[in-house]
């Protein structure tokens, strides 16, 4: 490149920079004073409110000063965000503002314009010119998608065409131009090659200067409700995630919020791994959750789930123990859409019979019996759904409660307990009902409205009356301080039995078969039935039973929907059954998807293809609503690295790897566990010399985990961290893993702890093998004290070097 263009741009930089520096300046005064009018308001929120409930007309006159001054308040930190954004988004800008620069000449007009490309826009002074435009916009789209020479993009209004004169790429520090070339290739490969050879990282890096044609059409994917993408370990599939969580909050700003897109990750440190991703882009963090957490705040304190890692770590180390077989069965089934089937058809049968309550209960005396529940239940139109029938009964439930509340409080324990109250407490009861007056009893309120609606009043009781003897008003507020546990456990539904309501499914076939029509059911059915109920009979829950129960839950009471999700990520989709699919849909009716796995990674036993023809992923909202892309180019490890793992897995060759290049994985056999783990030190220690700081010793499962960890400690090894499904945050250095939690994650090498064929022998274990290695970017090793894998055996020596040879 000429000095001349060197000199050029480098000035252009500067003005920019000066431009930049200017406007913060500018800004700055602003972003406080804004900053502290928004503190005033609110510190005077309260001050300036008169609050006077004493009618409904002054409640209405409050309620709607209260609303005025939150919406001011509002609207000042709106102001106050916008601005604090920008200039946040300025001061991102200054060290390195842009990182491309295309010149594009539209067909039709005479010159082309400088197009310079940045993690957000810029626009000069008298706001006309883009001095940088945002790498979302849609004209930067001409950098990803196209070699100088013919180009075009997509806006909003139709597509432009045009001629791409010039396409340069920049790495800015701090303000200088440290290298620059004109790229002739869609992105050139000498960027990415800079940027992959870089060392792992505790967090996940954006790849926004180098984003690559078929990740950008991921990322701008506009069109269906299902995008799946189906992408080689290391093709960038989480990296395009996030950029498209950046991109939709660009796109659509105007309608979808950060808390408005959900991401599933694999598990909480995964999470801590991608945290960074989006902030560093100038975005909020979309909400991040596991399935986990979320089976959790389903299920509510009184049941316990298993969690995936507790059934992966008994598939993989129970094999030959009782039951085994008939879990794997177990797990095959509930997980599948058959099962899902049979409980809707499961549901159709409540309808008609079989529902289950429980006695609601009073002071050692059921008030209300679980007969009279179900026979008011099925009393209802019986053309409703069951879960409106529920509700109905619910409502039933609380009128019954109280009228049963009046009746109580003629009892004589009301009478003994307002005789019993001492001062304070009297003092106590007395405030609170004074607090309640002021602050307007709304459930009374509501009860009043309500009974008006149906046209019926309560006969021992005018509209709220505070006039009413203390005492009376006393004994009121005792009973309903008692009987508000009940009205709180009617409206969480936990009338209803759903344990035994889940638990009855688990009957001998025949009933199995009447409830849910079901035709085939698994050979070992009784002994899973056993599994299951034992589970049931300690409050726990096997994983795979998790989601069916919410399930079945939710036919009886509901859905817990939530309309507010927009976009819905689940990353690692291949590790999701069929069966959580359908949840997912159910869960976020208003969502699009976004699916992003790797079928050559599903270690799971629910796992789903994710592009098979008869994917339930495609048929969850049929074809002409998803998009399938597929991935083939691995960027993550070297190209000897990625040809000796393409090769463990069938299919495997049409993985591409990046041309970057780096030694063959080694193959280490030792003798004896002893020396094995002495040379693993050694090993470490070396990588660690050559400027290797991430470094991951993967084993199989947790129980080889923790017994690595010991023994490389007794050997001396220190500073190792030791990763269990309980670490939350990620933190560079070396590692003692489970494949299983390593997922998605990357490390500058990664050491093989046991490849031996006890280890990964089996055909699922292939997967499991596959994944341990293409956590590796720059190193493989791989460790056995004994005979080699069947599948590291069968690989083409060419593949590997050995030692000792
Ligand atoms: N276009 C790109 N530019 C720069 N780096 C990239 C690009 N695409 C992917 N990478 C890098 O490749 C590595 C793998 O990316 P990522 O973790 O997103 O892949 P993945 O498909 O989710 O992998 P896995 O399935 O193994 O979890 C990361 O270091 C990422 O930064």
């Known amino acids: 490149m000429e000095a001349r263009d060197w000199r050029q741009e480098q000035e252009r930089l500067e003005r920019v920079r000066n431009e930049l520096h200017a406007r913060i300046a500018e800004l700055e005064p602003e972003v406080a004073g804004l900053h502290d009018q928004a503190s005033e308001i609110r510190k005077r929120f309260w001050e300036d409110l008169s609050i006077n409930t004493s009618t409904t007309e002054d409640f209405e006159d409050t309620f709607y000063s209260v609303q005025q001054q939150s919406m001011m308040l509002a609207e000042r930190e709106r102001g106050h965000r916008r601005l604090v954004q920008q200039w946040n988004g300025m001061k991102r800008l200054l060290p390195s503002p842009y990182f491309a620069r295309v010149d594009f000449q539209e067909d039709g007009l005479n010159e082309s314009e400088q197009v310079y490309i940045g993690v957000s826009s810029f626009v000069d002074n008298e706001g006309l010119n883009f001095l940088i435009y945002d790498w979302r916009s849609p004209i930067a789209s001409l950098y990803y998608d196209f070699p100088p020479g013919r180009a075009s993009y997509v806006t909003p209004a139709g597509r432009i065409d045009g001629k791409m004169m010039l396409k340069r790429q920049f790495q800015i520090q701090n303000g200088h131009i440290r290298t620059m070339f004109d790229a002739s290739e869609t992105i ?8 992959l050879s870089k060392d792992a990282d505790s967090q996940m890096k954006s790849i926004v200067a180098t984003i690559q044609k078929e990740q950008n059409a991921i990322i ?10 189906q992408g080689a ?33 694999p598990n909480p440190m995964f999470g801590s791994y991608i945290s960074t991703v989006l902030p560093e882009l100038g975005e909020e963090n979309m909400q991040q959750t596991t399935f986990q957490e979320y089976v959790e705040n389903g299920l509510g304190s009184s049941l316990r789930s298993e969690d995936p890692f507790d059934q992966i770590e008994y598939t993989l180390t129970a094999q030959g123990e009782p039951g085994y077989e008939a879990r794997l069965q177990g797990i095959a089934y509930k997980t599948s859409e058959a099962f899902l089937k049979a409980l809707q058809n499961y549901g159709r049968w409540l309808g008609r019979e079989g529902m289950r309550f429980i006695d609601i209960w009073f002071r050692n005396r059921v008030l209300i019996t679980a007969e009279r529940m179900s026979a008011k239940l099925y009393g209802f139109d ?6 409106s029938r529920v509700v109905l009964l619910q409502e039933w439930l609380l009128d019954e409660l109280a009228s049963l509340e009046r009746k109580e409080r003629g009892a004589f324990w009301v009478q003994e307990e307002l005789n019993y109250l001492d001062n304070e407490q009297y003092a106590e009861v007395f405030d609170m009902l004074h607090k309640e007056r002021e602050l307007f009893d709304l459930s009374e309120q509501y009860t009043v409205v309500r009974e ?23 004994l009121r507020s005792i009973v309903k301080r008692s009987f508000k546990p009940l009205r709180k456990s009617v409206r969480t539904f936990s009338f209803v039995d759903i344990k035994g309501i889940y638990g009855q499914l688990f009957g001998d076939e025949t009933t199995y078969r009447e409830k849910t029509n079901e035709s085939i059911i698994p050979a070992q059915w009784s002994e899973i039935c056993r599994q299951t109920k034992d589970m049931l009979s300690r409050n726990e829950l096997l994983h795979e039973d998790a989601t069916p129960y919410l399930f079945v839950k939710e036919l009886v009471e509901g859905v817990r929907t939530n309309t507010e999700i927009r976009h819905v990520f689940i990353d690692e989709g291949q590790d999701y059954s069929a069966f959580q699919y359908e949840y997912f849909k159910k869960l976020f009716p208003r969502a699009r998807m976004t699916v992003l796995g790797d079928f050559g990674q599903a270690i799971f036993m629910q796992s789903t293809n994710l592009e098979a023809s008869d994917s339930p992923l495609i048929r969850l909202f049929g074809e002409a609503d998803t998009s399938l892309v597929r991935l083939v180019r691995s960027y993550r490890s070297t190209r000897e690295i990625v040809e000796f793992t393409k090769s463990l897995l069938p299919g495997g060759d049409e993985i591409v790897p990046f041309e970057r290049r780096g030694p063959k994985p080694l193959l280490i056999r030792l003798n004896g566990v002893q020396k094995r783990d002495a040379q693993i030190l050694e090993d470490i220690a070396l990588l660690n010399a050559q400027g290797f700081a991430s470094i991951a010793v993967i084993t199989k499962t947790a129980a080889e985990s923790r017994e690595a960890y010991e023994s490389l400690r007794i050997q001396g090894g220190e500073g190792l961290q030791h990763i269990t499904r309980e670490t939350l945050a990620f933190e560079k250095g070396v590692m003692v893993i489970p494949v299983y939690l390593a997922k998605g994650i990357e490390f500058d090498a990664v050491l093989i702890y046991n490849a031996s064929p006890e280890a990964y022998g089996w055909d699922h274990e292939r997967k499991l093998l596959y994944t341990a290695c293409t956590r590796a970017m ?8 004994g005979d080699w894998s069947p599948f590291v055996q069968a690989l083409p020596a060419n593949l590997y070097e050995k030692e000792p040879c």
């Not at 701008?220 to 993408?229: E, G």
């Not at 019986?382 to 879960?387: A, H, Q, V």
């Not at 720059?778 to 004290?785: A, D, P």
């Open 188 to 195: 050139g490969d000498e960027l990415l090659q800079q940027v």
């Open 220 to 229: 701008r994917n506009d069109k269906s409700r299902m995008l799946i993408v």
């Open 233 to 265: 370990a290391g093709s960038g599939k989480t990296s395009a995630a996030l950029q498209r969580v950046a991109y939709l909050l660009y796109r659509h700003r105007q309608t979808i919020r950060a808390d408005q897109i959900v991401l599933f990750s």
């Open 382 to 387: 019986s053309s409703l759904p069951l879960y």
């Open 452 to 474: 008006l609606m149906n046209n019926k009043r309560r006969g021992d009781e005018g509209d709220v009356d505070f006039a009413q003897q203390e005492e009376e008003l006393i």
């Open 778 to 785: 720059h190193r493989l090793q791989l460790y056995t004290t």
